[in-house]
């Protein structure tokens, strides 16, 4: 078990601790000297079960709350401490906010310096006390009088620690390991040590983990858990790391980083949360700056309010977190904010989404999204999450997202996995299965309208039908409907099978009084302006008709504007294959002199051959590709 101290400056939290453990907790100088605590203290004692219990001494100042903040997270008990003498103070207060909304889920209040107070002002402050904790989660809370001088209460107070600790679950270890960094410092002849309390899985000697957020790589040469030496560590205690990497030094680290497994490598700088003001604030307005502490860290930011530009006092609202440098989090994870002066606690709450969006965060879908998050767990969320996601989910994100890894998952059946060439994707299967229907529905469309074209390219039918779907998701459908043969591809054209290309009344009539002009012309048929001219059409209307015969594969366009027949193709591949039988290259001097046309003409011919694979150029020479289907057509002839 961790307990945590609370409460107002000198109050006594540090004469507490010692007493209940022999332990001083002020381990500065300047902290013995002034007689209060700077920065946190740690102390370890056997409360009578034969286990350590960590106790974590935070300052009272408020000028340290924000060191107090970072040890904060993870503790299993909080231990007010409030004096006798002065009753409850502001940093009383303050620190009771914090705890209540970190969610720390046992507290026992410490009357301390009972020894220097009558009966009558002890019962009083006792009385203050209750009243304070009337309405919050700590109601039922113990009250202790004790005295750190004489000694008055401690056992008692002891044995309620000792029995809290023996109610106390152990965490579940079944996630992966991460641990928020509270100090860090160098020990001679080891090297560089961290600290923190473990928050989930289990860590052991010989471990490689990532710090985060640089993502520099460190493996654990040794370890301390519950301040003993040890091969493994879990989640719930606290742990010292001896590390060691590449050129590791202790001012690469600093407080609030984390030590995570990799699979949780993933700095955010946006993050949705639940939002709950303290009632005692003022109104918060949209776009307000803060400093957010999670963890042990504590960066700034601004918060987004999601349903409404301001939220008043007391009330809970879903938020994002938009910060000014990345930090790590998941789901569940519960943060505090504070003024930009980092004076007063305004309000906290918890994480929802670690990796919310830019765009689109306050949409129905979006909010509807956020709204089953903070009713549950990832099992609980799925069915929402996939309903309002178009694009489906990143499995490997939902396993940073709620730290849970996919062995561990209970999705139900009706749940698909789909294997993208960006990694996979969740998908309801009624949801694949419209968008496949909505697929081949699609291509039915676009033949209605087109009915001159084969199909279109895959990107012209994503931008037709699919806008909305990111490329790899739309791929992988697309591949799905090829496999099974509810479409076909005719090069880069993408069609129905039993779509057949048919031209317009107008083009096949065109078509007609074209073709005899294109054969005639030979080897060197006419330009499209030529045709035009001759068959007194506008340009344009020529050059449209003789593109769509091109994507039918009647002709080729050789060149701008000039477009040849396939058969007469057919007749020049023959011609090249010839040439190269009897000369054993192709020569632009050989090919011309057989050809009878002009030198520029010829060079078209052949570089044209070389983009569909008819013919290699070797330097100034050619040889023919016999695997080419042009060339297995001529060969054929030949034969």
Same mark, same amino acid.
């Given at each position: 078990?961790?307990?945590?101290?609370?409460?107002?400056?000198?109050?006594?939290?540090?004469?507490?601790?010692?007493?209940?453990?022999?332990?001083?907790?002020?381990?500065?100088?300047?902290?013995?000297?002034?007689?209060?605590?700077?920065?946190?203290?740690?102390?370890?004692?056997?409360?009578?079960?034969?286990?350590?219990?960590?106790?974590?001494?935070?300052?009272?100042? *408020?000028?340290?709350?924000?060191?107090?903040?970072?040890?904060?997270?993870?503790?299993?008990?909080?231990?007010?401490?409030?004096?006798?003498?002065?009753?409850?103070? #502001?940093?009383?207060?303050?620190?009771?906010?914090?705890?209540?909304?970190?969610?720390? #889920?046992?507290?026992?209040?410490?009357?301390?310096?009972?020894?220097?107070?009558?009966?009558?002002?002890? &019962?009083?402050?006792?009385?203050?006390?209750?009243?304070?904790?009337?309405?919050?989660?700590?109601?039922?809370?113990?009250?202790?009088?004790?005295?750190?001088?004489?000694?008055?209460?401690?056992?008692?107070?002891?044995?309620?620690? +000792?029995?809290?600790?023996?109610?106390?679950?152990?965490?579940?270890?079944?996630?992966?390991?991460?641990?928020?960094?509270?100090?860090?410092? +160098?020990?001679?002849?080891?090297?560089?040590?961290?600290?923190?309390?473990?928050?989930?899985? @289990?860590?052991?000697?010989?471990?490689?983990?990532?710090? +985060?957020? +640089?993502?520099?790589?460190?493996?654990?040469? /040794?370890?301390?858990?519950?301040?003993? *030496?040890?091969?493994?560590?879990?989640?719930?205690? %606290?742990?010292?790391?001896?590390?060691?990497? *590449?050129?590791?030094?202790?001012?690469?680290?600093?407080?609030?980083?984390?030590?995570?497994?990799?699979?949780?490598?993933?700095?955010?700088?946006?993050?949705?949360?639940?939002?709950?003001?303290?009632?005692?604030?003022?109104?918060?307005?949209?776009?307000?700056?803060? =400093?957010?502490?999670? /963890?042990?860290?504590?960066?700034?930011?601004?918060?987004?309010?999601?349903?409404?530009?301001?939220?008043?006092?007391?009330?809970?609202?879903?938020?994002?977190?938009?910060?000014?440098?990345?930090?790590?989090?998941?789901?569940?994870?519960?943060?505090?904010?504070?003024?930009?002066?980092?004076?007063?606690?305004?309000?906290? /709450?918890?994480?929802?989404?670690?990796?919310?969006?830019?765009?689109?965060?306050?949409?129905?879908?979006?909010?509807?999204?956020?709204?089953?998050?903070?009713?549950?767990?990832?099992?609980?969320?799925?069915?929402?999450?996939?309903?309002?996601?178009?694009? $489906?989910?990143?499995?490997?994100?939902?396993?940073?997202?709620?730290?849970?890894?996919?062995?561990?998952?209970?999705?139900?059946?009706?749940?698909?996995?789909?294997?993208?060439?960006?990694?996979?994707?969740?998908?309801? %299967?009624?949801?694949?299965?419209?968008?496949?229907?909505?697929?081949?529905?699609?291509?039915?469309?676009?033949?209605?309208?087109?009915?001159?074209?084969?199909?279109?390219?895959?990107?012209?039918?994503?931008?037709?039908?699919?806008?909305?779907?990111?490329?790899?998701?739309?791929?992988?459908?697309?591949?799905?409907?090829?496999?099974?043969? &509810?479409? @076909?591809?005719? !090069?880069?054209?993408?069609?129905? #099978?039993? =779509?057949?290309?048919?031209?317009?009344?107008?083009?096949?009539?065109?078509?007609?009084?074209?073709? #005899?002009?294109?054969?005639? $012309?030979?080897?060197?048929?006419?330009?499209?302006?030529?045709?035009?001219?001759?068959? &007194?059409?506008?340009?344009?209307?020529?050059?449209?008709?003789?593109?769509?015969?091109?994507?039918? !594969?009647?002709?080729? @366009?050789?060149?701008?504007?000039?477009?040849?027949?396939?058969?007469?193709?057919?007749?020049?591949?023959?011609?090249?294959?010839?040439?190269?039988?009897?000369?054993?290259?192709?020569?632009?001097?050989?090919?011309?002199?057989?050809?009878?046309?002009?030198?520029?003409?010829?060079?078209?011919?052949? *570089? =044209?051959?070389?983009?569909?694979?008819?013919?290699?150029?070797?330097?100034?020479?050619?040889?023919?590709?016999?695997?080419?289907?042009?060339?297995?057509?001529?060969? &054929?002839?030949?034969?």
């Amino acid at each position: 078990m961790i307990v945590g101290t609370a409460g107002h400056i000198d109050h006594g939290k540090t004469a507490l601790l010692r007493a209940l453990t022999g332990v001083a907790g002020d381990r500065r100088r300047e902290e013995r000297e002034r007689g209060i605590t700077i920065d946190l203290g740690y102390a370890y004692a056997d409360l009578g079960d034969g286990n350590l219990t960590g106790f974590i001494d935070v300052p009272g100042h *408020e000028r340290f709350v924000h060191n107090m903040l970072a040890g904060a997270g993870g503790i299993d008990c909080v231990l007010l401490a409030v004096a006798a003498d002065d009753g409850v103070m #502001p940093q009383t207060r303050e620190h009771l906010a914090i705890v209540e909304l970190l969610g720390i #889920p046992r507290a026992l209040v410490a009357l301390t310096k009972s020894d220097r107070v009558e009966p009558a002002r002890l &019962a009083e402050v006792a009385e203050q006390v209750r009243g304070l904790l009337a309405a919050g989660p700590y109601a039922d809370a113990p009250l202790f009088p004790v005295s750190s001088l004489s000694g008055a209460g401690i056992d008692e107070l002891r044995a309620a620690l +000792s029995a809290k600790a023996r109610t106390l679950a152990a965490r579940a270890a079944d996630g992966h390991f991460r641990l928020a960094i509270d100090r860090v410092f +160098s020990v001679a002849g080891a090297g560089v040590v961290v600290t923190g309390t473990a928050l989930a899985g @289990q860590v052991t000697v010989g471990d490689e983990l990532l710090l +985060s957020p +640089s993502g520099r790589r460190v493996r654990v040469r /040794g370890l301390h858990a519950q301040n003993r *030496e040890a091969l493994e560590a879990c989640a719930g205690q %606290r742990v010292a790391l001896n590390l060691v990497g *590449e050129r590791l030094a202790v001012e690469l680290i600093r407080r609030g980083d984390w030590l995570l497994a990799e699979a949780l490598h993933a700095p955010t700088t946006r993050i949705d949360i639940d939002l709950r003001l303290l009632p005692a604030e003022r109104e918060l307005k949209h776009w307000t700056p803060v =400093h957010v502490h999670l /963890g042990a860290a504590d960066v700034t930011g601004r918060v987004a309010l999601l349903e409404g530009d301001s939220l008043a006092p007391g009330a809970r609202a879903l938020a994002q977190l938009v910060l000014n440098a990345p930090l790590h989090a998941v789901h569940g994870d519960a943060l505090v904010l504070r003024d930009q002066s980092a004076q007063r606690t305004l309000g906290g /709450g918890r994480v929802l989404d670690p990796f919310a969006p830019a765009r689109a965060r306050r949409t129905p879908a979006r909010l509807a999204q956020l709204a089953a998050l903070r009713d549950g767990g990832l099992e609980q969320a799925l069915p929402i999450l996939l309903a309002e996601a178009a694009n $489906g989910l990143d499995p490997g994100l939902l396993e940073r997202q709620f730290n849970r890894p996919r062995a561990l998952w209970r999705v139900p059946g009706e749940v698909l996995e789909i294997a993208t060439r960006g990694g996979p994707r969740l998908l309801p %299967r009624d949801h694949w299965q419209a968008l496949d229907a909505r697929l081949v529905a699609a291509l039915a469309r676009f033949h209605a309208g087109q009915p001159d074209e084969l199909g279109p390219d895959r990107d012209r039918l994503r931008r037709f039908a699919f806008a909305e779907l990111e490329r790899p998701l739309f791929v992988a459908l697309l591949e799905q409907a090829l496999a099974r043969g &509810a479409l @076909q591809a005719s !090069g880069p054209w993408l069609h129905l #099978p039993e =779509h057949r290309v048919q031209l317009a009344a107008a083009d096949e009539a065109l078509r007609a009084r074209a073709w #005899p002009l294109l054969l005639e $012309g030979g080897f060197d048929p006419p330009w499209v302006r030529e045709l035009a001219a001759a068959l &007194a059409v506008e340009e344009g209307t020529m050059r449209l008709l003789l593109r769509k015969l091109a994507r039918l !594969g009647l002709v080729q @366009q050789v060149v701008k504007d000039l477009f040849y027949p396939l058969e007469t193709l057919q007749q020049l591949a023959r011609l090249v294959v010839q040439l190269e039988a009897r000369l054993g290259v192709i020569r632009v001097v050989d090919f011309r002199d057989r050809l009878g046309i002009g030198r520029k003409r010829c060079v078209q011919i052949l *570089e =044209h051959f070389d983009r569909i694979g008819l013919t290699r150029r070797c330097g100034n020479e050619r040889r023919v590709r016999h695997d080419n289907a042009l060339a297995q057509v001529a060969l &054929a002839v030949a034969a």
